[in-house]
């Protein structure tokens, strides 16, 4: 009986030893990138980055695999010390499973039908990261990893930022920007003003202002209303607004359509107030990026946006789920939360304002309306940055000015062209595509 609970543990840990150390490098090939996939494969810099981690990982596996071979000699093995080691094996394989499995997850689709359309959220993201660096030098200095766009089931857009401690791999820190994007919405450019919002999160932790904005926000709601709940509120909000109103400056008004597209559902969803949500009331938040739109001096398309929304959801409003009080403070507070995000400096921005670090002007609004005619007639004016050209299609899709499919093929194919390939982001010196 004794041999055969011998002959069990050495092949437990023959077992776990083959197991070990098993994923510890990802190459193009591993994940089925075929030459004709390189020009939207994620960059070298970035399979770097993921076995770096990898590497990281698998010295605590081998560690780990030691201090359980070290006892494989031993005659008789003690079960239990045995299987406590190689428990804290698995601990460690556990790790390096989930943060192989994430990175293989995301590199693998640039093999499939998607990649292109992948690679053109790339080029939205890499160019809004530009943005910041042509009108705000210094700001973002050094190496940076341009984020990586995948695709999951899931509902909404989201991200995880650089350098965030990720669940999903135990608490590893996330190497490099990752945007995730529904399937059905990645070939949908009208959309991607959504995107916009997800790449304003990685601008507001890559430019370092979270706390700045949060408690520069709360300070002025107290000052405004006296209200502590109103103040925590509103401080809770502060990452959702900030990425909504940076958004309306990378992409103009085209952009606040798109949310406006998003957000717009049956009043019972609009309407209803969540207390812990990091997210401001649907109701609320079209009219935030509408009184954006008043500031960045799109007066009458500010209008068109708030009696749009006021149609769809003031009849309904003796309904809603939403506290008398924020609903009765919000017109006043709006202004002042805009004013105070947008606007104000800070010194995280060198005493600038988002709106200078992110500048959106009328000329600006002006190639955007051209560029949308001519995205008509299957054809995008050279030079106009991408998240422009994200603008122009949402612009040619309302106006009915092409059908979506053609908008579609048009604006992905552009923006494949402009060149992720071994494009380098200004004064980063790291390769955006293999």
């Avoid at 959220?121 to 160019?127: G, H, N, T």
């Avoid at 939360?337 to 002006?366: C, K, M, N, T, Y």
Wanted: proline share 8%.
């Amino acid at each position: 009986m004794a041999d055969t609970l011998q002959r069990f543990l050495r092949a437990k840990v023959q077992s776990i030893t083959f197991r070990a150390g098993r994923l510890s490098r990802l190459t193009p090939q591993d994940v089925g990138i075929r030459p004709r996939d390189v020009p939207y494969a994620p960059s070298a810099a970035h399979f770097a980055a993921a076995n770096a981690r990898l590497g990281e990982i698998d010295r605590d596996v081998r560690r780990a695999l030691s201090r359980l071979n070290g006892r494989l000699h031993d005659a008789p093995l003690a079960p239990g010390e045995v299987l406590e080691r190689n428990a804290l094996l698995e601990r460690e394989i556990d790790r390096a499973r989930r943060a192989y499995g994430l990175f293989f997850d995301v590199f693998s689709q640039r093999g499939t039908r998607f990649a292109p359309a992948l690679a053109a959220c790339d080029a939205i993201a890499v160019d809004c990261f530009q943005a910041v660096r042509q009108a705000a030098p210094g700001l973002m200095d050094g190496p940076m990893l341009k984020p990586l766009t995948y695709l999951e089931h899931g509902f909404s857009p989201a991200t995880f930022r650089r350098g965030v401690l990720l669940s999903r791999l135990l608490g590893e820190r996330n190497p490099f920007p990752l945007i995730r994007v529904p399937y059905e919405r990645v070939e949908a450019p009208w959309g991607m003003g959504v995107i916009l919002h997800e790449i304003g999160h990685n601008l507001q932790a890559d430019l370092s202002i979270w706390q700045e904005t949060q408690v520069a926000l709360q300070r002025r709601v107290l000052h405004a209303t006296g209200n502590a709940w109103l103040t925590r509120l509103w401080g809770r909000w502060h990452k959702e607004i900030f990425a909504d109103l940076i958004a309306c400056l990378l992409g103009g008004p085209a952009s606040v359509h798109s949310m406006k597209d998003f957000l717009a559902y049956p009043a019972s969803r609009v309407l209803t107030f969540h207390p812990l949500s990091a997210h401001p009331t649907p109701f609320l938040r079209v009219f935030i990026q509408a009184e954006m739109l008043r500031r960045m001096g799109f007066i009458r398309r500010a209008c068109d946006v708030r009696d749009n929304w006021d149609r769809l959801y003031r009849s309904r409003l003796p309904y809603a789920r939403i506290p008398k009080l924020l609903l009765c403070t919000a017109a006043r507070l709006i202004p002042h939360v805009v004013d105070e995000i947008a606007f104000q400096p800070r010194r995280g921005l060198a005493q600038r304002a988002l709106v200078d670090v992110v500048p959106f002007w009328p000329s600006d609004q002006e190639r955007i309306d051209r560029a949308a005619e001519s995205l008509a007639r299957g054809h995008i004016p050279p030079g106009l940055p991408p998240r422009h050209v994200v603008s122009a299609s949402r612009e040619a899709l309302e106006r009915r000015l092409a059908p979506p499919e053609r908008i579609s093929r048009t604006v992905l194919n552009h923006l494949v062209k402009l060149g992720t390939r071994n494009a380098r982001m200004p004064g980063v010196g790291v390769t955006l595509a293999a």
